[in-house]
């Protein structure tokens, strides 16, 4: 019975939507023609526009989410290069404190230090555990635990054991075996007691901590450097922006690699930050949940709701800290905001298509004669191809206005019309131009081609060397498929400069190619680097100096390459350097200057690199003045060829 009901109930639907459309459709037939228009375009118009509305706000909506992602994910990955930066710092700093021998002698000497060596420890190794604390200001403090009974403590950096912030440091040490690890603690500035109020004020720390080993590997202590949270880790642990929509959680690593919840990497004492944002008011062991059950890999992005409240959750792995870097963003703003302005337009788009109906019944009894005539005209010229049609609609309603705009399309598609038969007779002028031309590179290749083989005929190999040169020299300069070419072939262009150069000046020039092959297919303007090495041998290079060197070598610097093109030449002033370098800094250089000599290749191929690829590349001028010179192509980090992880081999610039 519920199925034959239910079969009764689609059949009376059915034919209920039927006996709707065929009365309206009988209705319809009966009405004007406006009526009929106005029907016709609220079911023509209103509909797509409608549906399109829809479409444009969920293509905003994934538009906004992947703005909102990418905006964030620079965040986060701006915040994870920081932390990995004070990591960096603080291993470096315990490093370079640990691997004085002079330090380890006085932590580990078990004789009993002379009044004599102590004075000497403090006046000459003590200030350079001193300049290495304040040469770093992030870095709050560098301490050195000491077991040796015989080490006598100097405030405030060596200590005995005795004084560790936390005892379980020195079973952690036995477990690490001179490896380092990492501690979060709370503790006093000041490890002496008795100290001032200020000095006794507990402070959160980051501390990276290391055993020190004596000879043979015994314990001889810890050293430990830390440095404050907010310092550490300023968008975790500092204080909030106000209306910030974001909050970002540092969570221990081991928790969801072993799935164990109960192991939290900090303490309900240490909080996560100092306050959380006042868009996010999530607990911290949904934090912690939510981490658990969604963390996949080294880094990611996922969504959830809490409390009604839509979220996008953002976390990266920290090396070294085994630890997952999280930033969750609340969506509720934003996407509230699209929500109202999607209804908003939807609502005025109906209004508008409403009032635009009422207002086009009523005048169209007034454009209907004209709109026909005008229809006519223009089935005239689209059968009959007549562009010299003349249309009789005039006056100052929408018709005409259409009517003139039509007169003035058909006088410019006249016009466009022989504007194109002129355009296709200067082409044909152009390409029978290159055509001549293309004939006469290929006749001075094949002339080149055959003195190269007359060369080796008669023996003269040095002389062939130099025609292969020429020709090679000859098709890069004269075949331009781009403005860009691979660093490959620039350098190839260089090796056949050298060698025709090497003919003048028998041989005295030297060209050393220090490139990995990663640099290799480096994107680069074509003819950057002749006009270098031309200017380097041209005003470098003294006859009377021992053979000329130049070498061309490059470096990454995060998404800048930096090809540099050295030479051993005489150098230039430092003066002239400036001048020079002021110089390429205007837009347009004036070579009459004194101190400009030489200076019109550099101009050309800094602005060409400026205007190509934005004004923060270009070149950079260094010298010596009697050793060397030194031209830097500042370019961006461009491959022409894709599939290959250029970065393992980019030499990074340090």
């Given at each position: 019975m519920p199925g034959r009901a239910r079969s009764q109930m689609k059949s009376l639907l059915r034919r209920t939507i039927w006996q709707w459309m065929t009365g309206t459709t009988d209705r319809l037939g009966g009405c004007s023609l406006q009526v009929k228009l106005i029907v016709a375009y609220i079911g023509v118009i209103l509909i797509p526009v409608v549906l399109f509305s829809l479409y444009t706000f969920h293509q905003l909506y994934e538009n906004t989410m992947k703005d909102i992602t990418v905006q964030n994910q620079y965040v986060l990955d701006t915040e994870l290069a920081h932390i990995h930066s004070n990591m960096e710092i603080m291993e470096r700093t315990a490093q370079l404190a640990i691997s004085d021998r002079n330090v380890l002698h006085y932590l580990t000497e078990e004789r009993e230090i002379s009044s004599d060596e102590l004075v000497q420890?403090?006046?000459?190794?003590?200030?350079?555990?001193?300049?290495?604390?304040?040469?770093?200001?992030?870095?709050?403090?560098?301490?050195?635990?000491?077991?040796?009974?015989?080490?006598?403590?100097?405030?405030?950096?060596?200590?005995?054991?005795?004084?560790?912030p936390k005892a379980s440091w020195l079973k952690a040490a036995q477990l690490r075996q001179g490896k380092i690890w990492w501690d979060m603690y709370k503790g006093p500035k000041s490890l002496l007691g008795g100290q001032s109020r200020q000095e006794s004020e507990t402070v959160q720390y980051m501390a990276l901590l290391r055993e020190i080993q004596s000879t043979g590997g015994r314990h001889a202590g810890l050293v430990e450097t830390n440095m404050r949270l907010e310092l550490f880790s300023p968008r975790v642990f500092g204080i909030p922006q106000r209306n910030r929509a974001w909050?970002?959680?540092?969570?221990?690593?081991?928790?969801?690699?072993?799935?164990?919840?109960?192991?939290?990497?900090?303490?309900?004492?240490?909080?996560?930050?100092?306050?959380?944002?006042?868009?996010?008011?999530?607990?911290?062991?949904?934090?912690?949940?939510?981490?658990?059950?969604?963390?996949?890999?080294?880094?990611?992005?996922?969504?959830?709701?809490?409390?009604?409240?839509?979220?996008?959750?953002?976390?990266?792995?920290?090396?070294?800290?085994?630890?997952?870097?999280?930033?969750?963003?609340?969506?509720?703003?934003?996407?509230?905001?699209?929500?109202?302005?999607?209804?908003?337009?939807?609502?005025?788009?109906?209004?508008?298509?409403?009032?635009?109906?009422?207002?086009?019944?009523?005048?169209?009894?007034?454009?209907?004669?004209?709109?026909?005539?005008?229809?006519?005209?223009?089935k005239k010229v689209e059968q009959e191809g007549d562009f010299q049609l003349k249309i009789p609609v005039y006056g100052r309603g929408e018709v005409a206005e259409l009517a003139l705009y039509f007169r003035s399309l058909l006088s410019r598609i006249n016009g466009l019309i022989a504007e194109a038969v002129h355009k296709q007779a200067t082409a044909q002028e152009a390409e029978l131009l290159a055509l001549k031309h293309q004939i006469d590179s290929h006749f001075l290749y094949n002339t080149l081609e055959n003195l190269k083989m007359m060369a080796e005929i008669e023996r003269q190999y040095?002389?062939?060397?130099?025609?292969?040169?020429?020709?090679?020299?000859?098709?890069?300069?004269?075949?331009?498929?781009?403005?860009?070419?691979?660093?490959?072939?620039?350098?190839?262009?260089?090796?056949?400069?050298?060698?025709?150069?090497?003919?003048?000046?028998?041989?005295?020039?030297?060209?050393?190619?220090?490139?990995?092959?990663?640099?290799?297919?480096?994107?680069?303007?074509?003819?950057?680097?002749?006009?270098?090495?031309?200017?380097?041998?041209?005003?470098?290079?003294?006859?009377?100096?021992?053979?000329?060197?130049?070498?061309?070598?490059?470096?990454?610097?995060?998404?800048?390459?930096?090809?540099?093109?050295?030479?051993?030449?005489?150098?230039?002033?430092?003066?002239?350097?400036?001048?020079?370098?002021?110089?390429?800094?205007?837009?347009?250089?004036?070579?009459?200057?004194?101190?400009?000599?030489?200076?019109?290749?550099?101009?050309?191929?800094?602005?060409?690199?400026?205007?190509?690829?934005?004004?923060?590349?270009?070149?950079?001028?260094?010298?010596?003045?009697?050793?060397?010179?030194?031209?830097?192509?500042?370019?961006?980090?461009?491959?022409?060829?894709?599939?290959?992880d250029h970065d393992d081999q980019a030499v990074d610039c340090g």
């Amino acid at each position: 019975m519920p199925g034959r009901a239910r079969s009764q109930m689609k059949s009376l639907l059915r034919r209920t939507i039927w006996q709707w459309m065929t009365g309206t459709t009988d209705r319809l037939g009966g009405c004007s023609l406006q009526v009929k228009l106005i029907v016709a375009y609220i079911g023509v118009i209103l509909i797509p526009v409608v549906l399109f509305s829809l479409y444009t706000f969920h293509q905003l909506y994934e538009n906004t989410m992947k703005d909102i992602t990418v905006q964030n994910q620079y965040v986060l990955d701006t915040e994870l290069a920081h932390i990995h930066s004070n990591m960096e710092i603080m291993e470096r700093t315990a490093q370079l404190a640990i691997s004085d021998r002079n330090v380890l002698h006085y932590l580990t000497e078990e004789r009993e230090i002379s009044s004599d060596e102590l004075v000497q420890f403090n006046l000459n190794v003590f200030p350079n555990l001193q300049h290495l604390l304040y040469s770093n200001p992030n870095v709050e403090n560098i301490r050195l635990y000491t077991n040796n009974p015989q080490t006598h403590e100097i405030w405030p950096m060596i200590f005995k054991e005795s004084r560790l912030p936390k005892a379980s440091w020195l079973k952690a040490a036995q477990l690490r075996q001179g490896k380092i690890w990492w501690d979060m603690y709370k503790g006093p500035k000041s490890l002496l007691g008795g100290q001032s109020r200020q000095e006794s004020e507990t402070v959160q720390y980051m501390a990276l901590l290391r055993e020190i080993q004596s000879t043979g590997g015994r314990h001889a202590g810890l050293v430990e450097t830390n440095m404050r949270l907010e310092l550490f880790s300023p968008r975790v642990f500092g204080i909030p922006q106000r209306n910030r929509a974001w909050q970002m959680f540092i969570l221990d690593g081991d928790d969801y690699s072993s799935r164990n919840a109960d192991k939290p990497m900090y303490s309900t004492e240490i909080a996560t930050a100092s306050s959380l944002s006042d868009s996010i008011s999530i607990p911290l062991s949904h934090v912690h949940h939510l981490l658990q059950s969604r963390v996949q890999g080294q880094g990611g992005v996922f969504d959830f709701t809490y409390g009604n409240k839509p979220y996008l959750g953002l976390y990266r792995y920290i090396e070294g800290l085994d630890a997952y870097l999280l930033n969750v963003v609340a969506l509720d703003g934003p996407l509230g905001d699209l929500r109202q302005k999607r209804n908003a337009m939807l609502l005025i788009i109906s209004m508008l298509i409403l009032f635009m109906s009422v207002i086009s019944y009523t005048l169209h009894a007034f454009i209907l004669k004209q709109l026909h005539t005008l229809r006519e005209s223009m089935k005239k010229v689209e059968q009959e191809g007549d562009f010299q049609l003349k249309i009789p609609v005039y006056g100052r309603g929408e018709v005409a206005e259409l009517a003139l705009y039509f007169r003035s399309l058909l006088s410019r598609i006249n016009g466009l019309i022989a504007e194109a038969v002129h355009k296709q007779a200067t082409a044909q002028e152009a390409e029978l131009l290159a055509l001549k031309h293309q004939i006469d590179s290929h006749f001075l290749y094949n002339t080149l081609e055959n003195l190269k083989m007359m060369a080796e005929i008669e023996r003269q190999y040095p002389l062939s060397d130099a025609l292969t040169s020429l020709g090679s020299m000859m098709r890069y300069n004269l075949q331009w498929s781009g403005s860009c070419v691979a660093l490959r072939d620039e350098i190839r262009h260089i090796q056949h400069y050298v060698a025709i150069m090497n003919i003048r000046h028998d041989n005295q020039i030297g060209l050393e190619i220090h490139l990995s092959s990663a640099f290799m297919e480096l994107e680069m303007l074509k003819m950057s680097l002749q006009p270098v090495v031309e200017n380097a041998i041209k005003h470098g290079w003294s006859t009377l100096q021992s053979p000329f060197s130049i070498t061309i070598e490059a470096c990454s610097k995060q998404d800048i390459i930096e090809l540099r093109i050295q030479d051993n030449g005489v150098g230039i002033s430092e003066e002239r350097r400036n001048a020079i370098m002021a110089g390429l800094a205007r837009t347009n250089m004036d070579f009459h200057e004194p101190g400009m000599n030489g200076g019109i290749g550099l101009y050309n191929v800094h602005r060409r690199l400026s205007m190509q690829y934005g004004e923060e590349y270009g070149i950079r001028l260094d010298s010596i003045h009697g050793q060397s010179t030194t031209v830097t192509l500042i370019l961006p980090r461009r491959y022409m060829m894709r599939g290959t992880d250029h970065d393992d081999q980019a030499v990074d610039c340090g």
